[in-house]
């Protein structure tokens, strides 16, 4: 700051002086735009202590003159409900008359201007800004609670002196001489009216647990129910100062990892699988992360917050770290820590998204590694997890194609082949002599899949056939696409190709001759439902069925998409009959010998409505259906009770 900026005006030893130009702004904005929650103004202060003692005890290695005879290295809060007061009290290394005026008269010293000027390309929105984290604005939370602050604080070392800051966020601030015995500073808030909450016992300690649980000193808060010596509050200290995840593995118990598991999320049971792990090279930050027992209720729910926890210097940031853990990991719990991960302003928003971006692929990895390690060696236990999370781990196959082989041998799938879960390295493992693809089929449950008609043919081919059931799977099946070299293919689309050996090929041509008027009546009966009629080759017991064409939505998949509000193109299906079925037989008779039969239409429409109630679909008219088959059911009743009555 120059001197004709700051115009100090004294009167014995206290000054007056004007803030640098713009930060009478910056503090408008910083009350009304940056932090969307008032109290985040505790977490930033005692941040700002925290960072007064690191500077403290690192100084103190070469200077240990600094602390002199109180090596403490606390912090301290001290609520006066009476004069409606917070003080946030440190023993760190205070501060000079130049450091005051250069760190809270303006905003961080490499220029307020630029850092307008980035506000301004934002909008002034809290939700869109994204600044450096050297402007260092953090003090200025303090407004956010309070219409006046002063600071009373005192550098380490001998023959300093105390000094006072004063401001009411206006256009000036005082320093004036003061007293103090100890090093460090005093942050004094006046709190406005509506704000005094913050001097309840309560609502302190659940704000130091949230924010500041881990921070590496002593938090302590003034209990006036226990005394000191001098009669007064005696502190009490209310965070752990211990963080676990920074110390070595081995010297941490199972107890231990549990217990903060369950601190952590207040989950009462633990965890099923945790990893604990140290990145180092160009980003360095600690990981803990927990693979939960049981799935909490709102998994589906995409307004909830991931369960990872980001720390920057054990000060907790944010638990809804989108940046660094992928959408279908959110059912990890943990902690990431960083000492150097660059922040926003409001240290709400993260900034730089490379090391985000690396940050991200190394979590991505070690929860991965993680998960494989579990399948591997603990059978039951990665079961239970698929159950509670398999569909949450398969939208990472329809949204990163990246990670889709370290992906592919963590899923597991119901089959057509027996009870129980299959892998797809076991599927490939167990697959016929010349079988080509990994056969699946995608529907509404797996038990109203085993006995489905796409499956007759492949199951007398002796292929095993995956039975997907998670709205998730045809999309997480797209993503895949292959396995060990084998595409996945779906008994539902038009692209099945079954084995057939000549004798094969040629009774299906002869009976796509034979039943050639028949597929045209059905065709034109159908046109407005049906793109093409034609003899199966993968049916053998049911008369027909629907088959998805190329790029087709599954009609449970439809349904489903509908109930949710999505508009669905629906794609016209080919309609398929098993030329070996009596029933296709005795139609193919009737229009030889009566083609007019308004029966032949009839038997149609009940075909077509059976294969797409097979299908998973909807019938549009189920009274119509229920008064064809009543009609069909008499009509049979009465030619068997005449026939009875003639024998």
């Known amino acids: 700051m120059t001197e004709d900026t700051r115009a100090a005006e004294e009167t014995e030893g206290k000054k007056s002086l004007p803030f640098q130009a713009e930060v009478a702004e910056v503090l408008k904005l910083v009350i009304h735009s940056l932090y969307s929650h008032k109290e985040i103004f505790l977490r930033e202060l005692i941040s700002n202590a925290s960072d007064a003692l690191d500077k403290l005890r690192f100084r103190n290695l070469t200077e240990p003159e600094l602390t002199g005879n109180d090596p403490r290295l606390e912090v301290s809060l001290h609520p006066d409900k009476e004069k409606g007061v917070l003080i946030i009290r440190d023993t760190g290394i205070g501060m000079t008359e130049a450091e005051l005026i250069e760190n809270l008269g303006t905003v961080a010293h490499s220029g307020s201007r630029a850092f307008l000027e980035q506000l301004g390309k934002s909008g002034g929105s809290g939700k869109d800004v994204n600044l450096i984290g050297q402007f260092g604005v953090g003090f200025y939370s303090a407004y956010l609670v309070a219409d006046r602050v002063e600071v009373v604080t005192r550098a380490a070392g001998p023959g ?28 004094i808030l006046h709190l406005r009216d509506d704000q005094k909450d913050f001097l309840d016992d309560w609502r302190l300690r659940d704000l ?35 963080a676990l995840w920074q110390r070595p593995k081995s010297e941490i118990t199972d107890a231990q990892y549990e217990e903060l598991y369950k601190h952590l999320t207040h989950d009462f049971e633990p965890p099923l699988a945790r990893v604990h792990f140290k990145v180092e090279g160009t980003q360095e930050f600690v990981g803990l992360l927990y693979v939960p027992k049981r799935p909490p209720f709102d998994l589906f729910d995409s307004r909830r917050p ?57 979590i991505t990895k070690k929860t991965l590694d993680l998960l494989d390690e579990l399948a591997k060696e603990r059978k039951e236990d990665y079961e239970l997890t698929w159950k509670n999370f398999g569909q949450v781990l398969k939208e990472g196959l329809a ?26 390295t076991e599927y490939v493992e167990r697959m016929k002599d010349g079988q080509e693809g990994i056969y699946y089929l995608f529907g509404e449950s797996s038990a109203s899949l085993q006995n489905s008609p796409y499956l007759e043919a492949l199951a007398a081919h002796g292929y095993e056939v995956l039975l997907m059931s998670d709205p998730v799977d045809e999309w997480a099946a797209e993503g895949l696409r292959e396995f060990q070299g084998k595409p996945l293919v779906s008994a539902m689309r038009t692209d099945l190709k079954l084995p057939l050996d000549d004798a094969q090929k040629k009774t299906k041509e002869e009976a796509s001759t034979r039943l050639q008027p028949l597929t045209l009546r059905m065709l034109k009966v159908l046109s407005d439902r049906v793109r093409e009629v034609r003899v199966s080759d993968r049916l053998t017991s049911s008369p027909s069925c629907l088959v998805l064409p190329s790029g087709g939505t599954p009609a449970f998949m439809e349904r489903l998409l509908k109930e949710r509000g999505r508009d669905v193109p ?32 009839e038997w149609v429409e009940i075909l077509y409505d059976q294969a797409l109630l097979t299908e998973g679909g909807t019938i549009d008219d189920p009274n119509r259906l229920a008064r064809r088959i009543a009609s069909l059911l008499t009509e049979v009743a009465t030619a068997g009770s005449a026939g009875s009555a003639k024998s």
Do not use: C
């Not at 006072?164 to 942050?187: H, L, Q, Y």
């Not at 649980?213 to 209990?223: C, F, G, R, T």
């Open 570 to 601: 629906h794609a016209k299906r080919i309609f398929e009959i098993n030329a070996e079925h009596p029933i296709v037989g005795s139609l193919s008779a009737l229009l030889e010998s009566d083609a007019e039969s308004p029966k032949i239409d």
């Open 160 to 187: 300093q002196r105390a000094l006072r800051w004063s401001s009411d966020a206006k256009n000036t601030f005082t320093i004036e001489p003061t007293t103090r015995a100890e090093r460090g500073t005093d942050v």
């Open 399 to 424: 949204i990163e194609s990246e990670y889709k082989e370290r992906l592919a041998p963590l899923l597991r799938y119901a089959s057509s082949h027996g009870e129980g879960l299959v892998s797809l």
């Open 306 to 362: 991931r369960g990872v926890r980001l720390f920057v210097k054990r000060v907790f940031i944010m638990d809804d770290v989108e940046e660094v853990l992928p959408p279908w990991l959110r059912f990890m719990r943990g902690i990431i820590d960083s000492d150097d991960l660059p922040l926003n302003v409001s240290r709400e928003l993260l900034q730089d998204s490379s090391i985000l971006a690396a940050i991200k692929k190394q």
């Open 208 to 242: 130091v647990a949230r924010y500041s649980d881990y921070v590496a000193y002593p938090i302590k808060l003034e209990n006036p129910e226990r005394k000191d010596e001098k009669g007064g509050g005696a502190p009490e200290q209310i965070n752990r100062a211990n």
